[in-house]
């Protein structure tokens, strides 16, 4: 069973800086595509980043241009670096592992993120 354990959350005002971390247990990360979920207040969990095992990485339209998702295999972290925060993207962040997008493992507490305006 994987465990996924986000850290890096917080308050932040508009426009501000956050980084999120990922830390899976085993060598997960290392074999698998990964991505970064947030679930908004009210609204069903949406996949916002996704990094390849080859690096490639793919972003939905409302976070493309200021988060980056990279990974580190040795580490078996993956990281979203989040900038230009917006008060839309308060939101608890999850990580998972994926397949074309479908979260494939059991979700960890994830990172509560609030952004002010």
């Known amino acids: 069973q994987v465990q996924l354990v986000e850290s890096g959350g917080g308050l932040v005002q508009a426009g501000g800086s956050l980084r999120l971390s990922c830390v899976a247990t085993?060598?997960?990360?290392?074999?698998?595509?990964m991505g970064w979920f947030r679930q908004r207040p009210g609204s069903e969990r949406e996949l916002v980043a996704t990094v390849r095992t080859d690096g490639t990485t793919r972003y939905d339209d409302s976070v493309k241009g200021r988060f980056t998702i990279s990974r580190d295999n040795a580490k078996s972290t993956v990281a979203l670096q989040m900038n230009s925060l917006k008060p839309d993207d308060t939101a608890v962040y999850f990580c998972?592992?994926?397949?074309?997008?479908?979260?494939?493992?059991?979700w960890g507490q994830g990172t509560q993120v609030t952004v002010s305006s």
């Open positions: 998972n592992v994926v397949w074309a997008g479908t979260p494939l493992s059991s």
């Open positions: 085993g060598n997960i990360v290392s074999i698998s595509d």
